[in-house]
């Protein structure tokens, strides 16, 4: 069973997307990453075009984070203030990265430059997580307990213009918190990403925010991200196809919860070393994809619009007569879908509680 | 008898740690030369790209 994708204009096996987003999915609630990189590589090896797995993981990575930034809102584990400070540089380096982005496509280089840019981070995150994974075996094998400084200054703690950020008691410069976005929003137009791999460890070690704290902000400074990287594509190049992302969000978001739940049984230390396995062979398959593989001519599917059904001719109308409210209500349609798995989310466990107290 | 015994198995305590540390250095061995191999392949194939 195949679907037609209108937008993207390839066909695809529903059944393989939800799988793989489930599992990426799982692999995110498990190990607290995001799918992000691992999700536009998978949808680049099922045939979608790599400009279009881009834009469609941006459109889906918004409503999971959506669905998390509601749960930490709920549970108040968010700093606002940090995070508007980070959408700022977010918001800039967003709008850099969608120009480079547009240079790129415009010499007709933009695959070859994803595909580049997805082999390196992941060659560089696998092997990261890798030697550290290894290490942290190593010195659980020998009992050994590494005394780690309690402050490390950079030079990015002697930046002017400082602020008081109450929330995580920080007296920080602006500019740590909005150059770090720059950087966040510059991968996130061009890759298709949430970013989290760089704010988290960057909002730990370089901000110095207080861990709780953490996740709830990077997920709050993802949505924004997100929602341009959205926007801009789909109002640029009318990239985003509502039926794929239907299909990303339901799968991941399924999976995260799952990962979730996987997280709280079992210790995932030990398994982060066959994450950083799976990243190398994943970027060492993207490797092979961009240098070795012959290129092979994409399928001219050939579809005209009378054979497209109700759902696929809206998505095709819409996105070319109006792609400003398009790129809207791609927005909204992923907001509604986060928002929605939240609130289930809580309906979900409360009712748990409730049966556990009957008993 | 008794002492020689002991110096037997001191012996063969310090062997088999000796084999442990070697089949730990193997491991790492092969673990830094599969991530430089692999570093390799994609720098030179990134390089041969762009020639």
Do not use: C
């Amino acid at each position: 069973m195949e679907v037609f994708l209108p937008i993207a204009q390839v066909f695809v096996n529903p059944v393989e997307i939800l799988l793989l987003s489930a599992i990426v999915g799982v692999l995110s609630g498990l190990f607290g990453v995001g799918g992000g990189f691992l999700m536009t590589p998978f949808l680049i090896f099922l045939g979608v075009p790599p400009a279009y797995a881009v834009a469609n993981e941006a459109n889906n990575i918004l409503a999971t984070s959506v669905s998390g930034s509601t749960t930490h809102y709920l549970k108040n584990t968010l700093d606002y203030k940090m995070g508007f400070m980070i959408v700022i540089g977010g918001t800039i380096g967003t709008a850099l990265g969608i120009y480079t982005f547009t240079y790129f496509k415009g010499i007709g280089k933009i695959d070859t430059v994803i595909s580049l840019a997805y082999m390196y981070i992941l060659a560089i995150i696998g092997t990261l997580m890798l030697v550290e994974s290894l290490r942290e075996i190593d010195r659980e094998k020998r009992n050994l307990v590494v005394k780690k400084k309690l402050h490390v200054h950079y030079w990015i703690h002697g930046l002017p213009l400082r602020m008081r950020f109450p929330k995580s008691k920080l007296y920080e410069s602006i500019f740590t918190p909005i150059l770090i976005g720059l950087l966040v929003g510059f991968i996130a137009a061009i890759m298709g990403i949430g970013g989290a791999f760089i704010l988290v460890p960057a909002m730990i070690y370089i901000i110095k925010m207080p861990t709780r704290l953490v996740p709830g902000t990077s997920l709050f400074v993802t949505i924004f991200v997100s929602v341009i990287v959205t926007f801009l594509h789909s109002f640029n190049y009318g990239s985003i196809d509502l039926m794929l992302v239907l299909m990303l969000v339901i799968g991941s978001i399924i999976g995260v919860q799952i990962g979730q739940k996987l997280g709280e049984k079992i210790d995932s230390s030990g398994l982060r070393a066959l994450l950083a396995i799976l990243l190398l062979v994943v970027g060492i398959a993207i490797a092979y994809d961009t240098f070795f593989a012959e290129q092979i001519q994409t399928e001219i599917t050939g579809v005209s619009n009378s054979d497209l059904n109700f759902f696929s001719t809206f998505i095709l109308e819409f996105s070319k007569d109006m792609p400003f409210f398009y790129g809207l209500f791609s927005i909204l349609f992923a907001v509604f879908l986060g928002v929605a798995a939240a609130f289930i989310r809580r309906f979900v466990s409360n009712f748990k509680k409730k049966i556990l107290v009957k008993s | 008898m008794g002492v020689l015994t002991d110096q037997m198995q001191f012996s063969n305590v310090k062997i088999i740690n000796k084999l442990q540390n070697l089949k730990a250095t193997f491991i790492k061995t092969g673990i830094f030369l599969s991530l430089a191999a692999y570093w390799g392949v994609i720098l030179v194939g990134t390089f041969i790209t762009f020639n």
